[in-house]
Structure formats: C-alpha cells, structure tokens
C-alpha cells in the first residue's frame, strides 16, 4: 500500500465493506501512533416493573445462555439501541 493511500479516508462501512471482501485494511490505520481512548464504566441501577411472562422469558433465555437475567436485559437493551441508532455490533460494545 502506497503512503497516499496510507492517509486516505474511509468511512466506517467502507473500512468494513473492505475488510469483509478480505482486502488489507491495516495501511489505513496509524500503527505508529495509536490513539487509545478507555472509557470509565459508570452504571446506574435502575428498577423496572414488569408482567411475570416476560421475567419468566428473560429467565428462560438467561438459563439457556447461562447467563444472569441482568446480563440478558444489558444485552437486548443494547442491541436495540445500536439498531436504533444505526450502530453495527462491531463498532460498539456494552
């Protein structure tokens, strides 16, 4: 890869568009000088009121995946909201 195309743009569904068709993506990224942003982990609890069908479906999917029902709702929660916002499941994790 040629140092112009080394500072070539790419939006994030074209970086992956490539990566997915097996096309060499590194050159796209600054290896030299990362940056490497960590983000603190603040959580809220919250109580939420529900019929018993649904806790017995989170605990039916929680047994399943043998899990925490906590950890099913985190995940569903966040699933939806990325759909919603248009966010792929590689780009952001809960």
Known sequence: MTTASKQQSLTTEQLEERFDSGEEVLGYFDLDHPIVEQHPVVQKRITLTMPDWIVEGLDEEAEELAISRNAVVNTW???R????????????RA
Do not use: C, F, K, V
Request: aromatic share 0%; hydrophobic share 45%; net charge neutral.
């Open 81 to 92: 909201i990325r759909a919603a916002h248009g966010h792929s499941q590689s780009a952001m």
């Open 77 to 79: 929660l966040a699933e």
